[in-house]
């Protein structure tokens, strides 16, 4: 394959009209919003329940100030996908060669294994509160997880995965419920925050990695070819990406609201009440003080909901993102268009690669200071695929027209080069304090 076999003329791109706005939207909507609500995953939700308990309101400003940051990188994968045809990990095999495309899928990887652990224990722990025990929330967990894919369809898998993602918003129903000061969340908003407070950069840091995370380049890309999107629908795919960003911070921000609220935390940091209510303890997670505090009745529903939720989507779009990956890599079969004899090694790989982390999440003690210290760590692993985006995405050669233009391209390469410098001073204190 060539550069002029992946290249997408200015023609076709001319001629691409769309018909009705509000239909074109409607038409592309899937890859980016389920890939944007998948981010808010259980590590998320527990990565936000800590800042909002731990430093109040103040971790608000940092999360709407990466919609942007998410934008911006998504939307270079829609563009990847729209005018190549092909996946991320297939189109870095085509251009950088194998052993490039093996590092990045193997990047991915790392945290997702992490990430599988999370989202189950986070079923595990939504599934207690509502008096579910642990081996059915998980059996139940992996019935869904199989369904899902064999629903015979990609169109079938994304019906059965946007409703799924209405699940989570059951968090902006606990923000109100948690009753917050309407000042106070504004005040969140501020940008005099306590960034000299002990622990208060690592959980930004903390929130970057659970915002962006490398699973998500792979799946987006594989999505949209998956549903056939072409030209025509690129400025419909920008709005969906852009919604699906502020929609992933807002539900990242109402865990911020609800756990601050209901410990009483004021915005300069320092809890109120950090000890207001015993921890809810399952599949080795612990809710934060903030949502423990509300864990009981409706809100302690509503908690439920939005874990369960979180888990099961972010564990479907992960492994998906995953076995796509894989399976461009080696050139497998690799669409939910087609049945399990034909595409044998994709569909595997999907099913067996989240067992081993149901069975850890079973027996896991003790694993939310784990999840942060991997959000942190995903800042850095997120650095090998970033690069490989920025770089694809300023390719004429490739992208002709799509290509994004050296302006754009400078801005993601110092985007790029902040994030590094930002997880590996991090990675340096969690390393310190390890020793």
């Known amino acids: 394959m060539t550069a002029n076999d992946l290249r ?3 023609p076709a791109l001319a001629s691409a009209r769309p018909a009705s706005r509000v239909r074109r939207i409607l038409r592309v909507i899937g890859p980016a919003w389920i890939v944007m609500v998948a981010d808010v995953d259980a590590a998320s939700v527990l990565t936000a329940a800590k800042a909002g308990t731990d430093f109040g309101y103040a971790m608000l400003l ?8 998410l934008y911006l990188v998504q939307e270079m994968t829609a563009r990847l996908a729209i005018g190549t045809g092909i996946g991320h990990a297939e189109l870095i095999r085509e251009r950088f060669g194998v052993r490039w495309g093996a590092v990045s899928v193997v990047s991915m990887v790392v945290i997702d294994l992490l990430a ?7 079923i595990v722990l939504g599934a207690s509160l509502i008096g579910i025990p ?4 998980v059996l139940a967990a992996l019935a869904f997880h199989t369904f899902v894919v064999l629903t015979g369809t990609y169109a079938r898998f994304e019906i059965v995965t946007l409703v799924l993602s209405l699940a989570l918003f059951a968090f902006v129903g606990l923000a109100v419920a948690a009753g917050p000061d309407p000042r106070a969340v504004l005040g969140g908003l501020s940008p005099l925050q306590p960034f000299d407070k002990p622990g208060y950069l690592d959980l930004v840091v903390a929130t970057v990695g659970a915002v962006i995370m490398p699973w998500m380049l792979f799946y987006q890309q594989a999505a949209t070819v998956e549903k056939g999107l072409g030209p025509g629908d690129l400025r419909a795919a920008r709005w969906e990406t852009f919604i699906g960003a502020v929609g992933s911070e807002i539900l990242m921000a109402a865990v911020v609201i609800a756990a601050a609220a209901a410990v009483g935390t004021n915005v300069a940091g320092g809890v109120a009440g950090a000890n207001v209510a015993g921890e809810a303890v399952a599949g080795g997670l612990a809710l934060p003080a903030g949502l423990a505090a509300l864990a009981d009745g409706v809100p302690g529903l509503l908690i439920a909901i939005g874990m369960i939720g979180a888990g099961l ?6 492994s998906l993102s995953s076995a796509w990956a894989w399976s461009e890599l080696l050139r497998w079969p690799h669409s939910l268009n087609l ?4 595409a044998p090694g994709f569909y595997a790989l999907y099913l067996l690669e989240v067992v081993p982390a149901a069975i850890v999440a079973l027996v896991a003690q003790d694993l939310v200071a784990v999840v942060i210290d991997a959000m942190i760590l995903n800042v850095l692993v997120l650095v090998i695929p970033l690069t490989f985006l920025v770089r694809l995405s300023g390719d004429r050669a490739l992208l002709g027209p799509l290509a994004a233009s050296r302006r754009y ?4 390469w110092l985007m ?3 994030l590094l410098a930002l997880g590996l001073t991090s990675v340096v204190g969690v390393i310190g304090r390890a020793i």
């Not at 940092?62 to 940051?69: G, M, N, Q, S």
């Not at 989507?313 to 992960?318: N, P, S």
């Not at 049945?339 to 034909?342: D, G, K």
Request: aromatic share 8%; hydrophobic share 65%; no cysteine.
């Open 313 to 318: 989507l972010a564990a479907v779009v992960i």
């Open 409 to 412: 391209s400078a801005m993601l």
């Open 416 to 418: 790029t080069a902040g």
């Open 339 to 342: 049945s399990l004899r034909r």
């Open 8 to 10: 997408i003329d200015a």
């Open 62 to 69: 940092p999360i709407f100030a990466l919609v942007p940051i």
């Open 134 to 137: 642990a081996v059915p929330a």
């Open 116 to 122: 599988y652990v999370a989202e189950f224990a986070g």
